[in-house]
């Protein structure tokens, strides 16, 4: 017994001294430095961190010989979908975005962040890893040059803004709204007039009644924009929010040259920023949502009556762009299958969990 | 302008070749072999596999060079709590189980996993990442000599099986259920008499009627041990395991030994393993659902009077147990703090969005 304990003990002194005494990245090991560009600016700390957290844990994995350097929106590469662009051109390495904001090249894009209805963040990654989502996604993007790996999500976002109420389907005819992709055509739908307006033009658009209603995120972020002093009532849920994801993309060029190592510690810091950045929503935005209830924003669920309609006009939209669209249809109809079961999983030991403790306080 | 251009074919050019050229992870970086034991059999794979993604994705990440073998429970070590103490005592170096096995101990090692009535599985990811959480858990884990990594969750988990309806308080009194920890002691003080009985040993018990009751997992994992045949109703939801978080534990010793890249590689490593286990009961669960409703399970939601009962046990225990033990009650406070303020937030969006879809099928 003393002779194998004595081995165990000389053998553990051993491997940890050779763990300490050598670096773990050895010197001829790739040194390699890429750009990122962001779509979002910096003052978005959240959603813009996601980038910023896959740089640094890349940069800890590998000694700092895989260096990310991130812009923000607007200091190489504008923001929306020019920062997907810039990575299907070559003119940077990699981009942190939502592919919904290329929904114009095609609709297909918005299946990896969000479509009206759709699923919440912890559906989309049963879709990507265990359903068919993450094999259809690829191969849809690998058809524009680019590698995808999820890194971040808002969780289901707030409703938006509005200077008036919301109590029928009727108060939608008219509406301006800014509110974009396909979540703008469904309103269309209902007589709404969907407004595309960059996040800076929104406070003296709605100040000014240039517009009458806005969706940004949700209360940690919309506070900072101080919409509450501009529109009195917030809605909830985003329909078309209901758990958008936000995505590195890799050029195919770029990926491929990659060393399998680094391919692997990409993939793992945007899990890690996947986690985090969800994390992070959670945690800030219950206490900026009691600040904004506090200097009187008035909190108004969407009725179900109009709930109902934009749900219809969603299903009818995508509908008729199945019928257009092969590669949509394709994606879509395995989408709503998966969604379907989900849903009926989570009506059981989720939702009847989280709707006692909402009662339970 | 073509000059600029062939500069950045050139480097582009460069900057590929020398990646593809060497190895990322270079011949002298340490190879490290470390043991990992799993508190799970490997019949139960997804849970179980928590630990295997853990240990691919290390390897993976390092070229091989840092290798962690997987043991399921009862390979080298038992499973329950058997797992963490090897790891305390330094026969492994690793483990991969719910601390919450430990409360024996202490009843503070509950909060890693779940405690009854509490966070769900983006709850326990805010307060660790962005609460005190974190701080909090790893304070007390050092002091046992462990160094702890979130990695899986198992989503609101069902409330098992019954031989009998539950349909009022009374019903609990005399209950001869399988349940442990936190939550079997909170069925005590309602009148059950819980029973601590490995997996194996469940079906046996509850055919011959030695039990009334069983808790286990979810409908994948309870699908597999076949307690529907031997109970008809199946409970909903698991009050006492609101979102159980499942850990990776190294000893500090062996922590601190490694190089900082090993050290966060392992971290990303498990919030990939994170991502995936939660994904993965997400996506299993819906089939083995319909399935064993198909075969004639019963589904039954707890009755609000039961589960007021139960709150307000939990409660009275919380009490007692912070009166004696001030560990326990400093992390009882701020998690009940951090809790009060999610479930606030989540009954807007995310709840309001949730319940919609669910009824909107």
């Known amino acids: 017994m003393e002779r194998r304990s004595f081995l165990k003990k000389a053998g553990a002194g051993l491997a940890v001294g050779a763990a300490t005494a050598m670096p773990a990245i050895a010197a001829d ?95 989309m990654d049963a879709w990507y890893r265990y359903g068919n989502g993450g ?34 389907v009727a108060d939608l005819q008219g509406l301006k709204m800014r509110i974009g992709g396909l979540a703008g055509q469904v309103l269309a739908k209902l007589g709404s007039v969907p407004q595309q307006i960059p ?39 985003a329909w078309w929010e209901g758990g958008p994801q936000i995505t590195t993309f890799v050029s195919q060029k770029h990926w491929a040259s990659l060393p399998k190592e680094y391919q692997a510690i990409l993939e793992l810091a945007c899990a890690d920023a996947h986690v985090e950045m969800m994390a992070q929503y959670d945690a800030k935005n219950p206490m900026a949502l009691k600040q904004l209830v506090g200097a009187g924003t008035q909190l108004r669920p969407f009725p179900k009556e109009v709930l109902d309609a934009c749900y219809k006009a969603a299903n009818d939209l995508y509908a008729e762009i199945s019928a257009k669209n092969p590669t949509f249809k394709k994606v879509y109809d395995d989408f709503r299958k998966f969604q379907s079961d989900q849903n009926l999983w989570f009506r059981i030991a989720e939702g009847s969990y989280s709707n006692y403790m909402a009662s339970a306080r």
């Open 199 to 237: 996040g800076g033009d929104i406070y003296p658009s709605l100040e000014k009644g240039t517009i009458d209603a806005a969706e940004w995120i949700g209360p940690y972020d919309d506070q900072k924009l101080g919409f509450n002093k501009v529109a009195k009532y917030y809605y909830y849920p």
């Open 29 to 123: 090991a790739p040194a390699i430095k890429w750009r990122l560009t962001s779509a979002f600016p910096k003052s978005l700390d959240t959603i813009y961190g996601g980038a910023e957290t896959v740089a640094k844990r890349v940069a800890e994995a590998t000694g700092g010989k895989f260096q990310i350097q991130v812009f923000a929106a607007g200091e190489i590469v504008p923001g929306g979908p020019a920062a997907l662009d810039a990575v299907t051109s070559g003119s940077v390495e990699m981009c942190h975005t939502c592919s919904f904001y290329s929904v114009g090249k095609d609709p297909t894009f918005a299946f990896d962040t969000a479509v009206p209805f759709g699923m919440t963040n912890r559906q």
């Open 135 to 168: 094999k259809l996604m690829r191969e849809f993007f690998a058809g524009h040059g680019l590698y995808n790996i999820p890194a971040g999500n808002t969780g289901v976002q707030m409703g938006g803004w509005y200077r008036k109420e919301i109590k029928k």
